[in-house]
């Protein structure tokens, strides 16, 4: 018996300091860090994610914008030589975004009936070879492979995206996109997900990313084949990791008030998102009050400055 309380006695030792060990190392794994690594997690964080942000509605843009046999037509890159008519100088200098990107048409398009002599699912290819300039400044290379169950204006339909060898300017994108139509008689509603993306830079640095967010349109209803005045609410929540140098960074994101994305910008033009990390908000950045630009807002320990977003 004695031998055995001994045991016992060592055991429980052994568990409790175990436990202080659990414990201490949750919490060190969960502190926000001293302002000034604050400040570093929030710049890091904040720029990763709207970076994928960008790149990742692009495709978005891009898929719906195919034509109207599968999708809307004429957002993207599909944007004809006078999508810019009527917005101003903004648009000629490639501020918003996808105007006139066809102009130069140096991508193909290719598509393969994948269940003959169906239409539908039907794969559809977007080759931008070795390089072919937007208007909007951005120079793509590479692959976008997207396979559509039907036309993607339809409720019920969806697409899955995946890419080969695919760069936005020196950006290598990989990872997967699906849209799925969940409209309703009353509105126009799409469900977006981005799944195991990573967006890796020529310098080693990289950017892990998924996100599940509601497109929701708010104006352009009336005119369905028309998107160009097609204006959308974007709720719901992503998280990331991002590799810095030496460092490597870990957050989650919450759209606090609903992002409001115009297909004739590039950027969102308004609404606000907090980063988090290890459930403790760490920054907010607010894209404005509805201009179309590259700015945005960071604010972290009450501190404001501007940010360019890329």
């Known amino acids: 018996m004695k031998s055995l309380s001994s045991?016992?006695?060592?055991?429980?030792?052994?568990?409790?300091?175990?436990?202080?060990?659990?414990?201490?190392?949750?919490?060190?794994?969960?502190?926000?860090?001293?302002?000034?690594?604050?400040?570093?997690?929030a710049s890091a964080t904040s720029e990763s994610d709207a970076e994928a942000e960008v790149v990742f509605d692009d495709v978005f843009d891009n898929i719906v914008g195919v034509d109207t046999?599968?999708?809307?037509?004429?957002?993207?890159?599909?944007?004809?030589?006078?999508?810019?008519?009527?917005?101003?100088?903004e648009a000629i200098n490639g501020i918003n975004g996808p105007a006139g990107l066809d102009s130069n048409r140096c991508f193909t398009v290719t598509y393969?009936?994948?269940?003959?002599?169906?239409?539908?699912?039907?794969?559809?290819?977007?080759?931008?070879?070795?390089?072919?300039?937007?208007?909007?400044?951005?120079?793509?290379?590479?692959?976008?492979?997207?396979i559509?169950?039907?036309?993607?204006?339809?409720?019920?339909?969806?697409?899955?995206?995946?890419?080969?060898?695919?760069?936005?300017?020196?950006i290598h994108v990989e990872g997967t996109h699906k849209v799925s139509n969940n409209s309703t008689q009353s509105s126009r509603v799409f469900k977006v997900q981005v799944i195991g993306a990573k967006l890796t830079k020529p310098n080693g640095n990289f950017a892990e990313w998924n996100s599940e967010k509601t497109h929701t349109q708010i104006e352009g209803l009336g005119t369905p084949i028309f998107p160009l005045d097609d204006i959308f609410k974007l709720e719901g929540q992503a998280n990331g990791s991002a590799k810095r140098g030496d460092k490597f960074f870990q957050w989650s994101k919450i759209i606090t008030e609903p992002l409001i994305k115009k297909f004739t910008c590039r950027?969102?033009?308004?609404?606000?998102?907090?980063?988090?990390k290890?459930?403790?908000?760490?920054?907010?950045?607010?894209?404005?009050?509805?201009?179309?630009?590259?700015?945005?807002?960071?604010?972290?320990?009450?501190?404001?400055?501007?940010?360019?977003?890329?």
């Open 7 to 41: 045991f016992t006695r060592v055991l429980t030792v052994l568990l409790f300091g175990a436990s202080l060990i659990m414990v201490s190392c949750k919490k060190e794994g969960s502190t926000i860090g001293t302002p000034a690594e604050q400040e570093e997690f």
């Open 148 to 170: 559509y169950t039907g036309p993607l204006f339809i409720p019920g339909n969806s697409t899955t995206t995946t890419f080969d060898g695919y760069y936005v300017d020196s």
């Open 278 to 310: 290890s459930n403790n908000k760490v920054a907010e950045l607010n894209y404005g009050t509805g201009t179309c630009d590259n700015k945005a807002t960071l604010t972290v320990n009450g501190v404001s400055r501007e940010i360019t977003l890329h």
């Open 69 to 89: 046999e599968v999708g809307l037509g004429g957002t993207g890159v599909f944007g004809g030589a006078n999508y810019s008519v009527g917005v101003g100088q």
């Open 112 to 146: 393969t009936q994948l269940a003959a002599p169906n239409r539908f699912p039907l794969k559809v290819v977007l080759d931008f070879g070795t390089g072919c300039p937007g208007r909007d400044g951005r120079i793509r290379k590479g692959k976008v492979v997207t």
């Open 267 to 276: 950027w969102f033009v308004k609404g606000t998102v907090v980063m988090r």
